[in-house]
Structure formats: C-alpha cells, structure tokens
C-alpha cells in the first residue's frame, strides 16, 4: 500500500504571512526572560540567617 500525504501542500494564507514578525517577536522575548533569574534558580538552597542554620542540621 503506498503512502499517502494526510493534506495536500498549500500556500501560507495571507494572514498567516501577516503574523510571521508578531511571532518571531514574542517568540524573542520570551526566551529573555528567564535569563535575569537563571543565578537564583541555579542557588537552591536559599541563604538563611545564622541563627537558623543550626537549626537545619
């Protein structure tokens, strides 16, 4: 049996074509965001008083 494509190649509609720079925009700046925090997030233990270390062993 040989194989068949589920839908036929189409163009891109217009409004698709539209939306391409909106997309890439949004797509860089959420791959920004997280960088101002990747320090904290790689600190798990958090920094705690001296008084409250002892407490923790």
Known sequence: M???DAAPARQ???AYCRD???MH???NRQTTW???LTDAAA???P???VQD???NK
């Open 2 to 4: 040989p194989l068949v």
């Open 53 to 55: 270390q002892g407490a």
């Open 12 to 14: 891109a509609s217009s």
């Open 20 to 22: 391409i720079p909106v």
């Open 34 to 36: 997280p960088h101002p």
């Open 25 to 27: 925009a949004l797509r």
């Open 43 to 45: 600190d798990p233990v």
């Open 47 to 49: 920094q705690m008083p």
